[in-house]
């Protein structure tokens, strides 16, 4: 079992640009969210799946997009990359929608917007 | 809107010594709480959770929480600092809408020192 499976590790964009940050897990599991972590924050939810095809935003959605066509994949688009969104963002699952369910953790992408 | 604070950003004990970090909880609801660690360049780790079937909580690695609903607090604690707690701890609530959405607080880096 792998789990959850971020790629890339690190990467680093121009203003403007525009990239997907994949997420898989080999789990089954039903609920998949993405997080971004910045220093003094905490972590911020952006957007969550709780199934194949369906798709809410979290606190901080703007700029990002996401899609769930299948069960095990769920990426996140940044559509015209800022500064701003420069910081560390996590991926994580849960095997169910019901709000006691652990969630799961990739190791994260480190982003850095020049 | 379900909420947590945690006091402290940086806390400092000797190994053996007692860990004490503090998060209280704003909630309209009943709240289930969590107890998340992060090692570095890694993901978050699940090391207990509250559900309501008992205040005193214990997880993994020695550590336990008491949630205490007078206080609105949800403490970890540990008897012993071993060297290798040394890592960043968040503590997070759930929203009860659904979606299994948590709230992170701003963490807590723990340095365990000889």
């Known amino acids: 079992n792998a789990g959850v499976t971020q790629t890339p590790k690190f990467q680093v964009l121009k203003t403007g640009q525009s990239m997907t940050l994949q997420c898989a897990q080999d789990m089954n599991h039903e609920y998949m969210s993405w997080y971004r972590q910045d220093p003094g924050m905490g972590l911020r939810l952006i957007h969550y799946s709780v199934g194949a095809g369906i798709t809410d935003q979290g606190e901080v959605p703007n700029g990002y997009n996401v899609s769930r066509s299948t069960t095990e994949d769920f990426p996140l688009r940044l559509l015209s990359a800022a500064p701003s969104q420069t910081s560390v963002y996590f991926c994580a699952s849960s095997y169910s929608t019901e709000y006691n369910s652990p969630l799961h953790f ?9 | ?38 090692y570095p360049n890694q993901g978050l780790q699940l090391l207990l959770k509250y559900t309501s079937a008992a205040t005193l909580v214990k997880g993994i690695n020695g550590f336990e929480a008491e949630f205490k609903k007078s206080e609105t607090s949800f403490h970890l604690t540990k008897p012993s600092a071993h060297m290798s707690d040394a890592a960043e701890y968040f503590c997070a609530v759930s929203d009860p809408g659904g979606g299994n959405k948590l709230t992170f607080g701003t963490g807590t880096q723990l340095k365990v020192e000889l």
Not at chain 2, 13 to 26: D, I, K, M, T
Request: aromatic share 10%; with cysteine.
């Open chain 1, 106 to 114: 990739g190791n994260g992408t480190r982003l850095t917007v020049t």
């Open chain 2, 1 to 38: 809107a379900q909420s947590v604070t945690q006091l402290g950003s940086h806390v400092s004990v000797s190994e053996g010594a007692l860990v004490l970090l503090r998060c209280n909880y704003s909630s309209s609801v009943p709240p289930y709480l969590f107890w998340y660690v992060q």
